[in-house]
């Protein structure tokens, strides 16, 4: 009976089991992670702009109505006129902007600083308005653009570079072995370059779906697969053959779901809603997204995320490269050579 299982443990017929097992529960997982976050989005906190005179017993009504309707969501700051709350829009502070006036009220909506907030905002102030019978004008001050009308495009484009960032990593490991570790980085550094490319050519040039400033998403989407593809490496160099394990539950499980960027953060879980901006996928949506619409208020956060997991990853495995599954000796070329004749 033991010399069975000796010869089983050996035999490929454990592993293969193994990942039977681990790809089925996988497999709801990913189904179960993407359902949670997408299917039924709740607002949990939706900041926005109030601008004028909000004690009138209309604005009071109005303001009450949406908070109900919104389930307690909705976070006003007062701003002093349009002008800042404008800036308050720009600098990613606030989804929208209510401004009260004497014979009506304003409420701007920004699309592109999220679609499902925008629309859920929407829906939700025309019959709010109606039932206290207040006069409403809606207006879209940062829609999005003519060809991404649902704003998943930069969703799409970041999970692309993503997985291919891993992937990539993954067929270094496979087909290309013998490399060494500082090869391994430099290979990793020239499919980012030139996939990150290639995504963004495709998007912009091609399709037209959108307009990117080219240099600056290209150089993000880069960052994202590098910083993707040394995560994998590193868990390559601690757990070897079994590395696609963490990597696809951080980056795709974890990361994609709450980064973002199909579903707002204000309407996903806060706790994921706040872990997914910590994160590679949710930081590339954020430097992209940023980069795109609110070019003149780009932050260094995103940028740090990814430097931060980039330079975790390439220290872990570069000082445990002698764990580097690969590799290739390196003799000296007279090591080998026989000895002079006396």
């Known amino acids: 009976m033991r010399e069975r299982w000796s010869a089983f443990t050996a ?13 089925a529960a996988a497999a709801g997982l990913f189904a179960g992670s993407y359902t949670y976050n997408m299917a039924n989005p709740t607002p949990h906190r939706i900041p926005a702009a109030v601008v004028g005179p909000t004690g009138t017993a209309h604005a009071t009504a109005f303001v009450n109505g949406m908070e109900k309707a919104l389930n307690g969501a909705l976070e006003l700051h007062r701003y002093p006129s349009d002008t800042a709350a404008r800036r308050g829009v720009e600098e990613q502070e606030v989804f929208a902007i209510l401004t ?8 701007a909506v920004a699309g592109a600083a999220g679609a499902s907030v925008a629309q859920l905002l929407t829906e939700t102030a025309l019959p709010v308005a109606k039932a206290v019978g207040l006069p409403l004008r809606i207006s879209d001050v940062k829609p999005l653009q003519k060809g991404d009308p649902r704003g998943l495009a930069l969703f799409y484009v970041s999970l692309a570079a993503v997985i291919i960032g891993f992937v990539g990593a993954i067929q270094l490991s496979v087909h290309a072995r013998e490399l060494n ?10 499919y980012s370059l030139l996939g990150a490319f290639a995504i963004a050519s495709v998007v912009d040039w091609w399709l037209g779906a959108l307009d990117l ?4 998403s290209w150089l993000i ?11 994998f490496s590193m868990f390559n160099t601690l757990m070897g053959r079994w590395a696609m394990l963490p990597t696809w539950g951080l980056m795709v499980l974890l990361g994609n779901p709450s980064s973002g960027g199909a579903v707002s953060w204000p309407l996903l879980p806060s ?7 910590w994160l590679p996928p949710g930081a590339s949506i954020n430097a992209n997204h940023t980069a795109v619409y609110f070019g003149n208020a780009q932050h260094v956060f995103p940028f740090a995320v990814l430097a931060g997991w980039a330079f975790v990853s390439i220290t872990v495995f570069w000082f445990w490269r002698h764990r580097h599954p690969g590799g290739r000796e390196h003799t000296p070329a007279h090591a080998g050579a026989d000895p002079a004749p006396p």
């Open 181 to 190: 570790p500082w090869e391994r980085i430099a290979f990793t550094v020239a």
């Open 11 to 23: 035999s490929p017929f454990l592993p293969a089991i193994v990942l039977t097992f681990i790809l």
């Open 213 to 216: 400033p080219f240099v600056e």
């Open 271 to 277: 706790v994921l809603g706040l872990i997914g901006r």
């Open 221 to 231: 989407l880069a960052f994202t697969m590098f910083t993707s593809g040394m995560v």
């Open 100 to 107: 009260f006036r004497t014979d009506r009220a304003d409420f």
